[in-house]
């Protein structure tokens, strides 16, 4: 049962140009999500996160949208850079009141390509 | 300031054997948890530690085992090993009370079963 799925495994772009991942969850319990970026031979590192009392959260080039009704979140890349090319992961978590449990649902991520 | 930190880097096991990994968190976190990665797939949980007592546990069976110590450092340990079991294990670190959610992972174990 896959509570947490990004549908596009991969996604090529131009720099310069906006990027948009796309991540869906079935678990109506999940309060707080993630995303994390993952190059390769490298640890996934966080990159943004938005908790489910909001719609939009946005820290410089990254933004992240928050559909809690149709179960949907994204992330927008502006603008796109080559540097920005790797993996990304969504991720999820039910917190329910509690802090910072560890326990993330991971989507399978989306490969993203930045071309110059 | 060293990150987390895993060992071996990468290993190669026959079926049936054991296997420990090792972890230690970022410095100053006192919280470690477990995923296992298989190729294409995103990472899953397998179990968390707090003050050396597992917290929190994924849908692993009991052939995955682990142990936190008093320095915060973790180890995991996966008995009789089939060949499902070859993936990228991660560990990750966190404070408890830290910011919600926001793990550091280390660069992981690439644990091949032949």
């Known amino acids: 049962d896959q509570q947490v799925k990004q549908n596009s495994p991969s996604l090529s772009v131009q720099e310069g140009r906006i990027s948009i991942l796309n991540c869906d969850y079935t678990?109506?319990?999940?309060?707080?999500f993630l995303w994390y970026k993952k190059y390769p031979a490298e640890g996934p590192t966080f990159l943004i996160s938005?908790?489910?009392?909001?719609d939009k959260n946005e820290d410089g080039r990254f933004t992240v949208f928050l559909n809690k009704s149709a179960k949907h979140l994204s992330l927008h890349i502006v603008p796109s850079q080559p540097g920005d090319s790797a993996v990304y992961f969504c991720?999820?978590?039910?917190?329910?009141?509690?802090?910072?449990?560890?326990?993330?649902?991971f989507g399978q991520g989306t490969t993203l390509q930045v071309k110059p | 300031d060293a990150g987390v930190t895993q060992s071996p880097t990468h290993l190669i096991k026959t079926r049936g054997q054991q296997v420990t990994l090792r972890c230690s968190p970022k410095?100053?976190?006192?919280?470690v948890s477990w995923y296992q990665q298989a190729l294409g797939q995103g990472p899953q949980f397998i179990f968390q530690?707090?003050?050396?007592?597992?917290?929190q546990r994924g849908n692993f069976p009991d052939r995955f085992s682990g142990h936190q110590f008093p320095n915060y450092s973790s180890e995991l340990n996966v008995n009789a090993l089939l060949l499902g079991d070859s993936a990228l294990y991660l560990c990750?670190?966190?404070?408890?009370?830290?910011?919600?959610?926001?793990?550091?992972f280390g660069e992981g174990s690439r644990l091949t079963v032949l």
């Open positions: 530690y707090y003050e050396e007592e597992e917290r």
């Open positions: 678990n109506s319990m999940f309060d707080y």
């Open positions: 990750a670190s966190s404070r408890l009370g830290g910011n919600t959610g926001e793990l550091f």
């Open positions: 991720a999820a978590s039910a917190l329910g009141g509690s802090s910072n449990t560890g326990k993330l649902i």
């Open positions: 410095s100053g976190h006192d919280t």
């Open positions: 938005i908790s489910s009392i909001k």
